[in-house]
Each structure stands twice: as structure tokens, then as C-alpha cells.
């Protein structure tokens, strides 16, 4: 993903009728932490063995001002486990603790409060949105290379004003003169006017679409125009390609799903495309194959197969085989489940809280939805078949730590002038600030299938079924920094998937 600044030149643009409640204002009571220090200022050679964590090393490496109270020790001290080996690798991660760890002890100058009795400093819900509404408005022309990205910049915008409570159907007329020009009359949309359509743009757009929602809205998408261009991206071997003469790879089959079941497209291939001659007849046909075979010696999932395993193509894999049918049943029959738990679990990394994407590599906060969206679809798949109208009985409960992820979202990734960040020291932008909102958001909710689903088209009544709590015991937040709910397979409120999917069904495509 390209990074997306709207720094220096944001303009304050808001709404008069704002829902958002709180405003921040604390002030931060610790004294600033000492300048840290790092222990490798020089990469020493490849092969000099890395220095243990003696008390010494540790009080080098870590600033050394106390934490607040309230904090355990597992998320302020560095972890005991330590390769032993020096590499470009070990210092970056090293430094990376380093500037993370006067966040987690809740003593950096740079953090507002106020702190609760956890430590953990609040969400700092009115900058947030302010930085959500500017990332709306117009851009310097520095920022021309986000004119590929406008169904996406649409997407992150909303999505997150979604989440924190704000109302973005307000922006339906401003949506549908964005996105019209952006959709080709030979199906799907491209990034912006005058742009071939990729599937990455067509996604974001049919979910900006969702979310905003109305009758005018849906309209404007050319259904059957998009069935035809889904058609020609289907590949020989399952997958699908993400623009025509593009490249093929999880993120293509993830939203060509997302788009055929929020649009009740048929799942037939037209008859005229490229796929039918290789002997497959509908868009599914050999996708979960295709899927399997990004599973990785890892046990986690690639963009395609053969290459090495990520975070958000996992995401991708486990959201499209949840969409094709029961998680009990596409998970666990596609995926060598244990060595997918081994490597999700190895995301997490201690003391920092938050996920990394891919092995040996650092945490960011964007991975809180991409790694932290596939947990409950993983748990969904172990609870197994649905039993009834509310949650299971019993379930095999969080497998990672919410409480961890969640320190880091609101101690490391809030940027001190409004929206969210990868890592300290990183500029926020709508992408992360979106993605880092949905996954705080994921931690206070527990998503579960029912026995029943929205709408008549059994194809796809997995997806449907779907719905969600919010998590009331166990947090380290504040009532006050509840976020709003999404559908885990959709990232969009539930209401939205809803009425999209019924909209469209009311009105079939002939093939
Ligand atoms: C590595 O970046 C990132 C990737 C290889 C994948 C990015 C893909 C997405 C964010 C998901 C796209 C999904 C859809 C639905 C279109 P990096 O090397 O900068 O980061 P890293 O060090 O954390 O791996
Ligand atoms: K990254
Ligand atoms: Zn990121």
C-alpha cells in the first residue's frame, strides 16, 4: 500500500452535528522518559552473537523511567526469549522495542491521556474523527498519486467514521459522484476516471457503495457489466487475476467473493470467457484448490502460490473460504489447521502487543485487522456448526491476546495530532487509521454464526449468517472507547451487508 499523509496540509472539516462525545484535553503527569539509547548503534558482524538481556543491557535498551501503575510487567519488559544471533533483523527489531517501550509504560511525552487504571491512555476520539473527515476532503497536488486510490480512500474514510460513531450516509451524494465515473462500461472500477478496473478498486468501491447505502447507490453498480469482467479475470488454475493482463493472487479471490455475494451475481461462468475452455464452469470452481495451495511450509498464507507467507493475504484466504461456505468445513478441509494456528499465534509479539505480518518481521498496527480478522474466523471454524439464533454454547474462546493487542492499538498507534499509525514515530494515515480502528474493534466484539441467514440464495448463506456482542469482561479500555461493530468478512457495518444483499436479490441478474 502506498503511505497515505495527510499531514500539514489537512483542512479542518467537519460536520455540525458530530456525534462524538469526548474531548481530550489531559494532561500527562509522568516526566518525559530518558533519551533512549540502543545498545547496537553499528551492526556488528553477522556472526558475533547478540548480547542477553542482562539487567544492564535491559536498563540500556529500554528506557529507563518507571511504567504507570497498572501495567504487567509482560508488556513493559523486553521478552525473555532472544535469538542469539546479531542481524539487521535483530536491530530492527531491537530498535523498534525500543521506540515502542516508553509508549507501552504509558511515560511518553508525546502520549495524551487521561490514563485509566490499566495504564492504557484513552482514544482520542475527536482527533481521530477530524482526521477522518480531512482525509475526505481535497488533497495538495503532492498527493497525485492517490487518484489511483479513490474508491479506497473512500472505503478507509468511512469505514472509520463508521466505527467511531459517526454517520457516514451523509456523504451518499458525494460518494456516487466520486464513484460514477470511476466504473467502466465493460464492467468494474478503476481507481479514478479513465482508469482500466482492478478488483482491488471494485472492492472498495461496492462496500463504500454498501455502507452509505440507498436505492440511487446500489443502482449505480452495473451488475451484470461486473459479472462479465469478474468472468474474464477467472484463471485456469482457480484463482483470479486482479485486473485484465494483471497479476493473479489471494487478494483477487477474496473480493471477487466479497463482490458476487454482497451482489448476488450468479455464480456461473458467462458463457463467452477464457475459464470455460479450461473446463470450469462457475466462478468458484477450483478456488478453494487454489487457496490450499497458498498455504505455506509455514503454515501461514501467501499472495500466491509459492511465495512466503503474509498477514494480510492470509486475511484475504481465510475471509474468500469463509465466503465459499462454512468456515468448519472450507478452514479445515483447504488448510492444515495446526500449522495455521502455529504461525498466527507467532504474530503476536511480547512485549509490544500488536501483530506482525510476516515472520521476522516488525509489528504495525494495520496487521490489528489483516492478522486480527482472521481470529474469529479461525474461532468460528473450531466452534463449528452453528446451533442456534445467538452465540455457541461453548466456544473454543480468544486464541491470541485481545488485552495485548489492544494496549497496543491505544498506547502506540495514536498519533498525537489525530488518527492512527503503524508504529511510534510513523505518520498516521486513513488506511491505518481505518485498519487500526477495525481491529480495536474486533477486540471488543465476539463475531459468531447463527443457524440463519439473511436473504433466500443458499450459495452463499454462510456469510450471512453472521453476527456479533460486544465483549464486556477482561479489557483494558474505557466504556467510552467502544467502538462500533463490523462484519468480519466484509468489514462493513452488518445493516449494510444486509440491505445490499437483499436489495440485490430482490433483483436477479439473467446470465
Ligand atoms: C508487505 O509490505 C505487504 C504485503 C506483502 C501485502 C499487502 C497487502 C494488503 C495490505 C492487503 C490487500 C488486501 C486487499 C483486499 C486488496 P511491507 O514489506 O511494507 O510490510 P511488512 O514488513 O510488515 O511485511
Ligand atoms: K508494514
Ligand atoms: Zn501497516
Known sequence: ???IVAGKHRRKVRFPSSTSTTSSNSTNQQPPPTKSTLTNQKRPGQSRPRPKLSSATTGKMTSQAAPRPGIPDLFTQPSAIRDPLVTETTDLQDATLEKCLPFLKGISSTQQGPFNAYGVPALQRDDHVAF???????????????DASRPWMAYWGLAGLFLMGEDPTRFRERLIDTLRPAQNSTGGFGGGRGQISHLAGSYAAVLSLAIVGGEDTYSLIDRQAMWRWLGRLKQADGGFRVCEGGEEDVRGAYCVMAII????????????????????NTLTDGLAQYLSRCQTFEGGISGSPG?????????????CLALLGPPEETIVRHMNLPLLLSWL???????????????????????????????PIIQSALDGKPQGSGPPATTVGSLFSREGLSRYILSCCQSPTGGLRDKPGKH?????????LAGLSAMQHYHYRTDSATGSNKSWASAFTWRSTPIREDNVYE????????HPLYGIPFPSVDEMRLWCEARPITP
Open 1 to 3: 500500500m502506498p503511505p
Open 132 to 146: 477522518l473527515y480531512d482525509s475526505l476532503e481535497d488533497y495538495p497536488p503532492g498527493f497525485v498519486i492517490l
Open 261 to 280: 455475494s454482497l451482489l448476488d451475481l450468479p455464480s456461473e461462468l458467462p458463457p463467452d470467457c477464457e475459464a470455460r475452455k479450461a473446463g470450469l
Open 307 to 319: 511465495v512466503e507467507a503474509h498477514g494480510a493475504y492470509a486475511y484475504c484466504a481465510l475471509a
Open 345 to 375: 499465534s507467532s504474530r503476536q509479539y511480547g512485549p509490544e502487543g500488536g501483530f506482525s505480518g510476516r515472520t521476522n518481521k516488525l509489528v504495525d498496527g494495520c496487521y490489528s485487522h489483516w492478522v486480527g480478522g482472521c481470529w
Open 428 to 436: 498516521a494515515d486513513s488506511y491505518h487509521t481505518c485498519y487500526v
Open 479 to 486: 466504556k467510552s472507547d467502544r467502538l462500533a461493530a463490523l
